[in-house]
């Protein structure tokens, strides 16, 4: 089955500073990848998502990467503010009549200092 | 629009009781799936529901059941409860065979 690796597990940075997240996934099949941040005492929510025929996604300060042939993700977060701070996570899945449910990556806990 | 809601927010029980944790679908859904957030852990995939009939179950073992209603909301039990079934419960919805799913905040289980 699928395998996402996420790192790193934890991101330090200050208030205006890039932050960095990366995923990588084993499965050739999967084509649809979204990231969600997950607030303390709060579910997951959908922050951006991109599929395998695009390579670049952006939303403001947000955007995503995706290599496909190496079979890696990224989250880019720039302008970083201390409201940023939550855990992200990384997903991958494949289309209806593969697995089909995503397999998430163990979580950033994204730190944003004032 | 409303969101995904869980009930109840947080849920107290006992070693080798039962569970019983309730999902309402964002309106149009008809999927719903069912996620175990251990601390510090990631989500793993429990169940997915659609049209009254489960889809798909992850590596859980039988005592985690569910089952969906006509009006698409879904009830997740858990049976015989054990102390490592304490963790958060997320629930999340999406249109059939869309892949962009929609979580509720949770229900927090702990077994005593």
């Known amino acids: 089955g699928e395998n996402v690796e996420q790192h790193p597990s934890t991101l330090s940075v200050q208030e205006g500073d890039s932050a960095v997240i990366k995923c990588t996934y084993s499965d050739s099949a999967s084509n649809y990848f979204p990231w969600y941040k997950q607030e303390l005492g709060k579910g997951p929510q959908l922050i951006i998502d991109?599929?395998?025929?695009?390579g670049e996604k952006k939303d403001q300060r947000i955007a995503v990467t995706l290599n496909k042939t190496a079979k890696h993700f990224s989250l880019h977060i720039t302008e970083t503010q201390p409201e940023d701070s939550a855990v992200y996570f990384c997903?991958?899945?494949?289309?209806?009549?593969?697995?089909?449910?995503?397999?998430f990556g163990r979580g950033t806990s994204l730190i944003v200092h004032p | 629009e409303a969101g995904v809601t869980q009930s109840p927010t947080h849920l107290i029980k006992t070693r080798g009781q039962q569970a019983t944790l309730r999902c309402s679908p964002i309106?149009?859904?008809?999927?719903v799936y069912w996620y175990q957030q251990a601390l510090g852990l990631g989500l793993q995939f429990l169940l997915w529901y659609d049209e009254g009939e489960e889809r798909n179950r992850g590596n859980f073992p039988p005592r985690f059941s569910g089952r969906q209603f006509p009006n698409y909301s879904s009830e997740l039990n858990v049976n015989a409860l054990e102390l490592e079934d304490s963790a958060l419960y997320l629930c999340a919805s999406s249109q059939f065979w869309a892949d962009t799913q929609y979580f509720g905040p949770g229900t927090r289980l702990t077994v005593l």
């Open positions: 309106s149009g859904h008809t999927s």
């Open positions: 991109i599929r395998s025929n695009v």
């Open positions: 997903a991958a899945s494949t289309p209806p009549g593969g697995s089909y449910i995503p397999t």
